[in-house]
């Protein structure tokens, strides 16, 4: 992974984010790749706002800051809740107050504030108690905030208050499926999209077998349809729906939760997938790229499914070939 993201530096990469999930956590792999390479920045996507106290998350993107000289971006996230409630031992109650809350004490501490904070989760000190209002010992520091939304209202928060939006489930086919709430929530703050990074994942798959493509991405699909949340809350598969995926999400997802997962797979139609992705000829990717540039991304996480990791490296390349093409 080291050795990807230096090529990927090498490439002119902008971007390497990783990832929190029920496996590694998002920093110690950014702290290492701080040290082994140079310009590229590095981001979490996510840190999950239900794993640590905001102070520490504050910490953190700041200690991140100082050893990447100043390349460290935040990127914040709620999960959802079979991985907050089955793992972090906390209810998944009105996350987009407690993600609205981690934004406003990380802001204060980049600024150098002592952390003074009365709100619905986090009240810092606590109230008829020990403790007093601390400061964080660093310069103020400008680490931009990313937000990982799907749901309507965390959509519209983020076209608020964020520097950027790291987007899933988005086709460039339907942008307003996710862009109109962002929009919404920008207008009210007096911003336009123009003052948001927008970015997005993508999975790229370059080849001529189209149709192999597609079919080897299909259980990925079925993955986020039926298991990426739970049977009352999936928002990766309520942002498929918003897109006029109705029938198939939910179809997926009922396949999925009913334990057929083979038959989830072969349920989710072609369209699907190619709307939701950059597959095919090196003609056909780059149609897609231009695609999601027309809808207003500025940048794609672009994402590979190869078992073999050293086909990984003549896909970026040959990725960044066709991005810089357009």
Known sequence: MTEFVQFAESLGVEMAWSAEGWSQDAVTSLAYLAGQTHQIKLGTGIMQTSARAPAMTAMTALSMASLSDGR?????????PQVVE??????????????KENVEICRRAFRGEKLEFAGRHYQMPLPDGEGKALRLDFEPTDIPIYLATLGERSLAYTGEVADGWLGTSFSPDFPEAHLAHIRRGAERAGRTLADIDLQTACNVAIGDDVEGLIAAAKP????????????ATNFYNAAFQRAGFVDDAEAVQSLWIDGKRDAAAARVPDELVTA?????????????????????INCLDVRFDLLDITEHFAQLEQTVDLANSI
């Open 72 to 80: 460290f971006l935040l990127g914040l996230g709620t999960s959802g």
């Open 86 to 99: 089955g793992m972090h031992n906390l209810s998944f109650d009105a996350p987009l107050t407690r993600l």
């Open 220 to 231: 990925k699909f079925a993955f986020t349809l039926g298991a990426m949340g739970s049977a």
């Open 276 to 296: 939701f992705a950059a597959i095919g000829t090196p003609a056909m990717v780059r149609d897609r790229f231009k695609a999601y540039a027309h809808a207003g």
